[in-house]
C-alpha cells in the first residue's frame, strides 16, 4: 500500500443476509490484546448451510475475528471482548455461556494440519470421547470420515498414527476430527495454505459438499479460492470491515477503494 | 558493497590499505595448509577432554571391579560338623533354621531350641546385633562356628592380580588345612546376606532392600509433586506474581546443598512429625531434593508438546483438564518418565542427607516397611571404607559394583523409554 485510504467507521454492504437465514451474527465486536486493538467495532451476519469468506492482508484481524466466534481467543492471555456474538439467538460472550459449550458446537480447523499423535481413528473419536459418547464409535468415525472424504483412503489402516498420512489428508483427517464432535459451524483458517495444488482443490470440493449440512466461515489469503468456494465474501483491512456481500458482487463490483484494490491484486 | 570482489578491485590502489584476499580456489596454499592445521589442533583440543573422562571412567570400573576380588588363605577353625553359614542359607532359607540345626547338631533337644528361638529377648538379640559376638549371651556358650562361614578365618589377603602373580608362593606357604582361594566377594550370596560385623558374612541385603524402598517410596511422592507443579506452572499459572515466585524458587532449590536438605528432613519428618531416622523420613526428604529436578524435566516435556495440539483439542470443546490429561501429559509423558528416572539415580547415590537424617550405619535386617529402621546403599559403603579391616575394602567395591549396576539399569530404562515414545513424533 502506498497511500493511505481512510478506513470508513461504516461496513459497505450488499445485499444483507434476511434475519431467518442467520446463523452467527456478530454485532459492533471489538476486540483487544492487551492495549493492542485487533477489530474495531465488526459487524457481520453469516448466513446458514453457506459458504462465507473473511479476506484481507495478514494482521487485518480476520483469524482473530474468527477465533472469536467460538471463543478460542479467550485462550490467549489479555485478551479483552466488546460487542457480541450471536449464535441461532444465543448470546456466545454472555455471563451464562460455557466455552467449551461454544466450542463443541462451533468446530475449528487450523492453517497447519494438527492431527494427534494418535491413530486415524482415535483422531476422529477424539471429540465424541471427550463429550463421554456412548454409542456406535465405528459408525461415527466412518460417518465423519466419509463426510471428510477420507474413508476410502483411509479404511484400511484406522489403527495407523494420524501422523503417517500426507498433509492433505491430515487436514481433511482434522475437518473429520471436527465433524465427529457434530458442531453446525465449521470455522477454517486458511485450511490449504500449507497443501499443494491438487489437496487444496480436494480440501475445496469437500467445502463446497460440506456446505450441505454446515455453515462454514473460512479464513483465506487466496483470493481465487475465496472467489471458489464462498457464497459470501467479507473484506477486512486493519482491523475493520471494509466491505462484505456476495462473493461475486465483491469480486466484480466492490465499492470501497481498498476492497477494489485488494481484489484486483494491487495490494495485499 | 554487493559486488564480488575481483581481481581488478584488489589491484585498486585506493585499497591498497586492505588486507590482500587469498584467491578463492587456494587448495595447496599457504592459507589452506594453516587453516587445515587450526582445524586438526582444534578437533584435537576437543577430543582431550572427552579422552580424559572416558579415562577416568574406566579406571574407576576397573578399579571397583578388581577390588571386588581378593585372593584369601582361609584357615577353617571350624568344627567337623559344621558347615558354613552360606551352605546352610541356601538349604534352609533363613537363619532361624541354620541356627536349629546347629542346636539340635549340638545335642540339644528340640524343645530347648523352641524355647531358644521364640524368646523375643533372643530372637531380637539374634536379629539386632551380630549374631557371632552374642551366641554366649543366649546360653552361655560360644556358639560361633555355626554362623560364621568357613571364610571367617582369613590368613592372607591379597588384592587379584598381586595375588595371581604370587600364587604359587601362597600355594607352597599354606599350612596344612589352610586353603588358598580366589574370592568374589560380588556374589549372588553377598546379595542375599545380611549386615554382619564380619567381612566375610557381610551382605548387602539391607542395603539393597532399602535402597529400593527408599527409590519407590520417592517416585510415588516425588512424581505426583513433581509433575503437578510443572503443569501449574506451564499449563494455569500465567505471569503472576506467585508464579515467578515459585519458579525463582524452584531454580534456587535445585542448587541447595544436599546436605541441608538432611537438616531440613531432620527437623521436619525425624523430630516435628515424630517419624524417627525410618524409610519414610528418608524417602520424604529425598523427596525434597528431588522435586525440583522432576518440575524442571516434567516443564520442559510440557514446553515441547506443540501448542497446535492444545488448540485442536480446545477447538473441540475440551476443557482445560481434559486437554491436560488427554494431550498434554500423554505427549510429554516420555520426557517427564526420563526427568523422574534421572532425578531417582540422583536420589539413589545420595549419602549426605540420609546420615544427617539419621539412617543407621548398621542394620542387621532388611526394612519390613516404610517405618523401619534403614540403610541405603552408600551408606553401606561409607561405613565399610571407614572400617579398618582390608577385607571390606573389596566388600565396599562389591557394593559399589552394585550401585553402578543398579544406575546403570535405571539409566538404560530412561534411554529406552525416550528412544520408544520418540518415535512418535
Redesign the interface.
Known amino acids: 500500500m502506498t497511500e493511505a485510504v481512510r478506513v470508513p467507521e461504516e461496513t459497505v454492504r450488499h445485499d444483507p443476509v434476511p434475519v431467518e437465514e442467520a446463523a452467527v451474527v456478530i454485532t459492533d465486536l471489538s476486540l483487544w490484546y492487551g492495549s493492542y486493538q485487533a477489530i474495531h467495532r465488526v459487524s457481520l451476519t453469516v448466513p446458514r448451510n453457506q459458504v462465507t469468506a473473511l479476506i484481507g492482508a495478514s494482521g487485518s484481524g480476520k483469524s482473530t475475528l474468527l477465533r472469536s466466534i467460538?471463543r478460542?481467543n479467550d485462550?490467549v492471555?489479555g485478551v479483552r471482548v466488546e460487542g457480541s456474538v450471536r449464535y441461532d439467538g444465543v448470546e456466545l460472550y454472555g455471563p451464562d455461556v460455557d466455552p467449551?459449550?461454544v466450542?463443541?458446537r462451533i468446530?475449528?480447523v487450523?492453517q497447519?494440519p494438527?492431527?494427534?499423535?494418535k491413530s486415524i481413528y482415535e483422531n476422529v473419536a477424539?471429540?465424541p470421547r471427550?463429550?463421554g459418547f456412548r454409542g456406535d464409535m465405528d459408525a461415527l468415525v466412518e460417518r465423519a470420515l466419509r463426510s471428510a472424504a477420507l474413508w476410502d483412503e483411509v479404511k484400511d489402516k484406522l489403527k495407523q498414527?494420524g501422523?503417517s498420512l500426507s498433509g492433505g489428508q491430515q487436514q481433511r483427517l482434522?475437518i473429520a476430527?471436527?465433524l465427529a464432535?457434530d458442531p453446525s459451524v465449521i470455522l477454517m483458517d486458511e485450511p490449504t495454505s500449507a497443501l499443494d495444488p491438487i489437496a487444496t482443490d480436494r480440501i475445496e470440493r469437500l467445502i463446497h459438499d460440506l456446505k450441505r449440512d454446515y455453515t462454514v466461515i473460512i479464513v483465506t489469503h487466496n483470493m481465487q479460492q475465496a472467489g471458489r468456494v464462498s457464497d459470501r465474501t467479507a473484506f477486512m483491512h486493519l482491523g475493520r470491515l471494509v466491505e462484505e456481500g456476495p462473493t461475486d458482487l465483491i469480486f466484480t463490483n466492490p465499492r470501497h477503494e481498498l476492497t477494489e484494490r485488494y481484489v484486483s491484486g494491487r495490494f495485499g | 558493497m554487493s559486488r564480488v570482489l575481483g581481481r581488478e578491485e584488489r589491484a585498486d590502489p585506493a585499497r591498497a590499505d586492505r588486507p590482500e584476499r587469498p584467491d578463492m580456489l587456494d587448495l595447496g596454499g599457504v592459507q589452506a595448509r594453516r587453516r587445515r592445521t587450526t582445524e586438526r589442533a582444534f578437533g584435537a583440543a576437543v577430543f582431550v577432554p572427552v579422552f580424559l573422562a572416558l579415562a577416568l571412567l574406566v579406571t574407576l570400573l576397573f578399579d571397583v571391579v578388581t577390588d571386588s576380588f581378593s585372593w584369601q588363605v582361609i584357615e577353617p577353625r571350624n568344627s567337623g560338623q559344621s558347615f558354613s553359614f552360606l551352605e546352610g542359607f541356601a538349604a534352609f532359607g533363613t537363619w532361624e533354621n541354620v541356627v536349629r540345626l546347629e542346636l539340635l547338631a549340638q545335642g540339644r533337644t528340640q524343645e530347648e531350641v523352641d524355647a531358644l528361638l521364640s524368646d523375643p529377648e533372643a530372637r531380637r538379640v539374634f536379629g539386632a546385633r551380630n549374631r557371632v559376638e552374642l551366641m554366649p549371651w543366649v546360653d552361655g556358650r560360644p556358639l560361633r562356628w555355626f554362623v560364621t562361614s568357613i571364610r571367617d578365618d582369613g590368613v592372607a589377603d591379597l588384592p587379584l592380580f598381586e595375588g595371581w602373580r604370587r600364587r604359587a608362593e601362597l600355594l607352597a606357604g599354606a599350612e596344612p588345612g589352610q586353603v588358598v582361594l580366589l574370592n568374589a566377594w560380588l556374589d549372588l550370596g553377598f546379595l542375599a546376606k545380611n549386615a554382619s560385623r564380619s567381612p566375610a558374612m557381610a551382605g548387602l541385603l539391607p542395603a539393597l532392600v532399602g535402597s529400593l524402598m527408599l527409590v519407590a517410596l520417592v517416585i510415588v511422592l516425588s512424581v505426583p509433586l513433581g509433575v503437578g507443579t510443572a503443569v501449574y506452572l506451564e499449563e494455569y499459572a500465567g505471569d503472576t506474581r506467585f508464579a515467578r515466585l515459585v519458579e525463582l524458587n524452584l531454580s534456587n532449590l535445585a542448587g541447595v546443598p544436599s546436605v541441608v536438605y538432611g537438616i531440613l528432613g531432620l527437623t521436619v519428618f525425624v523430630r516435628l512429625l515424630g517419624l524417627g531416622p525410618v524409610v519414610l523420613a528418608g524417602a520424604l526428604t529425598l523427596t525434597l531434593l528431588v522435586v525440583p529436578v522432576v518440575v524442571v524435566a516434567a516443564r520442559e516435556a510440557i514446553r515441547a508438546v506443540p501448542d497446535s495440539l492444545r488448540q485442536a483439542a480446545y477447538g473441540l470443546g475440551a476443557t482445560r483438564s481434559q486437554v491436560i490429561a488427554r494431550v498434554v501429559l500423554p505427549n510429554a509423558i516420555a520426557g517427564i518418565t526420563t526427568g523422574v528416572i534421572l532425578a531417582v539415580a540422583r536420589a539413589i547415590g545420595e549419602t549426605a542427607p540420609l546420615l544427617v537424617i539419621g539412617a543407621a550405619a548398621f542394620v542387621p535386617r532388611p526394612p519390613d516397611g516404610p517405618l523401619s529402621l534403614f540403610t541405603a546403599i552408600p551408606i553401606q559403603v561409607y561405613t565399610w571404607v571407614s572400617e579398618n579391616d582390608v577385607e571390606f575394602t573389596h566388600v565396599a567395591s562389591a557394593a559399589i559394583v552394585v550401585l553402578l549396576l543398579v544406575l546403570g539399569v535405571l539409566y538404560s530404562l530412561a534411554f529406552y523409554l525416550r528412544r520408544r515414545y520418540e518415535s512418535r513424533w
Open positions: 467460538n478460542m485462550l492471555e467449551v459449550e466450542r463443541r468446530g475449528m487450523f497447519k494438527n492431527p494427534f499423535p477424539f471429540g471427550l463429550m498414527s501422523l482434522c476430527r471436527a464432535s
